[in-house]
């Protein structure tokens, strides 16, 4: 499987993807909003884009559909029930479903609500395994509620799909959020050395932060460390209504609204 993680740096941050087949040339586009830029690097490659996935139906990931599907008649793949909210799209997704790039790329579909109510994840197994989590899942962070999700939901979907894949799953989110994500893990649990460390390692990166894996998330990403004393003890201070023996959900939930408004 090769995959090509595209930087648009724009004010959204978003990240597009190509994943190519070794064997066949054949390409998938994740979430093409720069299609220009995606028919570009498919041309430097030598890659003919044949699918397009959406993981979710936000502006910022469907608007380069429409251009890139006239450029190479690409199919539209979209995540289940969203049909009437991605326009043009040939198929929908469903959970566990299996997609084909070219010859050799496998991809299982893991449906992902929570940001939104119809979003998606794949899942590949070739080679290293590797997560498109769209905006579910951020380096060092989690996915937003406020146009159409669940906080509820999404931590359903991290906890009981996310988090049980392989530790060593590399992780490919829709937009670059890491440092401003590392400073909110810092301001909940200020002891955390390894987010620390891996904050003072992107002073120096450019022009994005660098691709994690989800053992690393479990250290340095706030959500996934409703266990940590540190964590609990501080949202105890701020919510009267907690105490030692508040579910993780509880926590998670408290955790998203201080991110929202952090």
Not at 51 to 67: K, M, S
Not at 90 to 117: A, F, N, W
Not at 132 to 143: H, I, P, Q, R, S
Not at 217 to 229: D, G, I, P, W, Y
Request: glycine share 8%; charged share 25%.
């Amino acid at each position: 499987m090769l995959i090509e993680q595209i930087w648009l740096d724009n004010p959204w941050r978003n990240f597009n993807y190509l994943i190519a087949c070794e064997e066949s040339s054949e390409a998938l586009a994740i979430d093409p909003l720069d299609h220009k830029r995606c028919l570009q690097v498919a041309a430097d490659h030598g890659w003919t884009i044949k699918q397009i996935c959406n993981t979710h139906e936000h502006p910022d990931h469907i608007e380069g559909n429409q251009a890139l599907i006239e450029a190479t008649g690409a199919s539209l793949l979209a995540p289940s029930g969203s049909a009437a909210l991605i326009p043009g799209a040939d198929q929908e997704l469903r959970d566990s479903e299996t997609i084909t790039v070219g010859k050799s790329v496998s991809l299982k579909v893991i449906d992902s609500p929570g940001h939104t109510m119809h979003h998606l994840c794949l899942y590949g197994e070739n080679g290293s395994p590797a997560l498109f989590c769209g905006d579910t899942l951020f380096n060092a962070g989690v996915g937003n509620c406020h146009n159409g999700g669940d906080p509820e939901i999404l931590f359903k979907t991290i906890t009981e799909k996310i988090s049980k894949l392989p530790n060593h799953t590399r992780l490919y989110p829709g937009h670059d959020y890491m440092q401003h994500n590392l400073g909110f893990t810092l301001d909940r649990e200020p002891g955390n050395r390894a987010a620390q460390l891996l904050l003072d390692r992107l002073s120096a990166q450019s022009p994005h932060s660098p691709i994690t894996t989800l053992g690393e998330e479990k250290e340095v990403n706030t959500f996934f460390r409703l266990e940590s004393e540190e964590i609990i003890e501080g949202l105890k201070v701020l919510f009267e209504d907690l105490d030692q023996h508040s579910e993780p959900l509880e926590l998670f939930l408290k955790l998203r609204l201080l991110r929202d408004n952090w």
